[in-house]
């Protein structure tokens, strides 16, 4: 029997696939020390986790371990180069996310456009400043997305009920393939300058760190909309600081340099911020943890590696 770890609250669909496969063992613990835990079961086969940061200590604990899954998309909380110094695959679940993210784009546009959060807070007060809530609609504006992958396509599929006009900017794809699914690529320059809204969909690496800088903001269309449910660093923080007052930018931000408690830095420049709530719905979570699941059988009986990302 192989053991899995399961450090978090993860749909309990991934520890139910995989004993009914009948040939792991699984110790699912939904909040806990995940060095501890591993030191408690140094026999363990395979970690399943989500955002936990899976260090080299903890790797070298595990002198058993052949597998890490992250029941998602980003993996940027695994140290994978030491993972495969040690022989450890790393895996991801790409797609299963994809949706929950898409709809909290959504949701921040017409929660921020409709000024729904302060709405809320004023009527609850007993108020009744109707004219002082003025908003805004979505619809047949200008959606930048930068990143056409999972996320970003199905961003296009959920707005496409309010007749945006859709830019989009991905080296990845063809003007083909972009028309196909209703979008224009352009380059940065031209969806920075022409867009309404810009939501970013694209991972963390050293090409994309810092991308969203003073240039790209400078070029933004006064009282745009700039939506981050991606990765923190991608954008300029002090940048965009300095020309958002002068911009008029509204910035609706959902992921910050780590998971944790504690004050933001963005806090003074965030219309609003939420605890990276994109892949937080029971559907992504079952997805995620299915997908989980199903990818550690096919690898270990199957040799499937095709969801490995830190193979050559």
Known sequence: M??????????????????????????QVPKCDVLQ???????????????????????????????????????????????????????????????GVAEEVVALMLADARK????????????WEKTAFMGAEITGKTVGIVGLGYIGRLVVK?????????????????MRQAAELGVKLVSLDELFSQSD????????????????????IGQMKPGA???NCARAGIVNEADLRALKAEKKIRFLNDVYPKDEEGPKSVADIADIMVPHLGASTRE?????????????IDL?????????????
């Open 225 to 227: 909309t700039l939506i």
């Open 116 to 127: 729904l959060i302060s709405a809320d807070a004023s009527c609850r007060a007993g108020k």
């Open 37 to 99: 835990l591993v030191r408690d079961n140094p026999d363990v086969h395979a970690l399943i986790v989500r955002s936990e940061k899976i260090t080299a200590e903890i790797i070298d604990a595990a002198p058993q371990l052949k597998v890490v899954l992250r029941a998602g998309a980003g993996y940027n909380t695994i140290d994978i180069v030491h993972a495969r110094k040690k022989g450890v695959d790393v895996m991801n679940t790409p797609g299963a996310n994809s949706n």
């Open 284 to 296: 992504a979570n079952a997805k995620a943890a299915e997908l989980a699941a199903q990818e550690l």
């Open 300 to 312: 270990d009986d199957k040799g499937i590696a095709k969801a490995v990302v830190n193979r050559a």
């Open 158 to 174: 959920r707005l496409s009920g309010f007749e945006p006009t859709f830019l989009g900017y991905d080296p990845g794809i063809t």
């Open 197 to 216: 809204y810009i939501t970013l969909h694209l991972p963390e690496i050293a090409e994309t760190k810092g991308m969203v800088n003073r240039n790209l």
């Open 2 to 27: 192989k053991k899995v770890l399961i450090p978090t609250a993860l749909d309990s669909v991934a520890k139910q696939t995989l004993e009914a496969h009948g040939g792991y063992a699984v110790v």
